[in-house]
């Protein structure tokens, strides 16, 4: 099922939102477009839900707007090619699974095959089951499996895999992938840095209700220089520590990890200092590390 790549499939525009006194947006500009996936990353209380709700027509921005497939969220046809997996669904307890993925399903004129929807959210086994007796990373499952099984052009997903298994995290993984390649644009938001990583191609770093970074994975990581050293080494922590290109030092049994903005100064001294040293590793940062950096500057 090829979809178009091309259009915008949901656009921030100077996007504002206020509850009372907290401003949760401050005037984010933000796009998406078919095939493409965008983690939306920050801090409890940054505003990526509200930015979330935002698109969806659940909330009214102050100031600024919001664009779904070139609409206004308030229009049912711009709604129609959303598929969203918020924090929480609020489904009938006593409905099995088979029946809520049916009545899901009927709501879309062209919705993606029963058994589709089954293997991409890994819900074998699962149909005759009542949703309220189900765990919390099965229900996670069934919330996917409602978000994709419309076939939509944009999905949202608010922290899908928290609570999921590592299998069931693979799977939603692999799931994702093949949405982003069938031409579906992606708004994902995730505290799991490493699933940022291994899905988006382009990363917004949230805080204060501001866009603080944006750009590729690669790029957010190159905007730290910080570089993360590796040895097995007899040093004394403490005083690597004390040297003045060194952030951090912390020693696990024989090894020592050091952060450092000036790697190669401090290879050289450690290298000076211990001719014992070994299984020496230099690493760049790492999203996560970007992450850190990116917000602690703009808290
Ligand atoms: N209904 C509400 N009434 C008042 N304040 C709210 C409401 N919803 C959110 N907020 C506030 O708006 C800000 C942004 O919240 P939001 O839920 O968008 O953050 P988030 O980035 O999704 O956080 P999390 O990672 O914890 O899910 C926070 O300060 C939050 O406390």
Redesign the pocket.
């Known amino acids: 099922m090829q979809q178009a790549r091309s259009g915008t499939a949901v656009a921030w525009r100077g996007a504002s939102?206020r509850?009372?006194g907290?401003?949760?947006?401050d005037g984010i500009d933000l796009e998406v477009r078919g095939g493409e996936l965008l983690a939306l990353l920050?801090?409890?209380?940054?505003?990526?839900?509200?930015?979330?709700?935002l698109a969806l027509g659940l909330l009214r921005a102050d100031a600024g707007e919001v664009m779904l497939f070139g609409r206004a969220p308030a229009e049912l046809e711009a709604r129609r090619g959303c598929g969203v997996m918020l924090?929480s669904a609020g489904l009938p307890d006593s409905l099995k699974v088979r029946e809520l993925l049916e009545l899901t399903r009927s709501y879309y004129a062209a919705p993606r095959g029963l058994d589709d929807c089954v293997g991409m959210a890994g819900l074998d086994g699962l149909m005759d089951r009542r949703y309220g007796r189900l765990s919390g990373g099965q229900q996670r499952r069934v919330q996917f499996a409602l978000a994709i099984c419309g076939a939509p052009r944009l999905l949202f997903l608010?922290?899908p895999t928290t609570g999921l298994d590592l299998d069931a995290r693979t799977m939603l993984w692999a799931t994702i992938r093949r949405m982003v390649g069938e031409g579906c644009a992606v708004v994902l938001?995730t505290?799991y840095l490493e699933e940022a990583e291994a899905l988006a191609d382009r990363v917004a770093v949230?805080a204060g209700?501001r866009i603080v970074a944006c750009g590729s994975v690669q790029q957010i990581r190159a905007r730290v220089s910080q570089r993360r050293i590796r040895c097995v080494s007899a040093l004394d922590a403490a005083r690597v520590g004390a040297w003045p290109e060194v952030r951090s030092v912390c020693r696990d049994g024989e090894r020592i990890e050091i952060v450092t903005d000036y790697a190669e100064t401090v290879v050289r001294q450690l290298l000076f200092e211990d001719s014992g040293l070994s299984q020496l590793e230099v690493q760049r940062a790492g999203l996560a590390d970007a992450f850190v950096e990116i917000t602690r500057e703009a808290a």
Do not use: C, F
């Open positions: 939102k509850y009372g907290i401003v949760a947006l920050g801090p409890n209380g940054a505003g990526k839900s509200t930015a979330i709700a924090q608010d922290e938001t505290h949230l209700g």
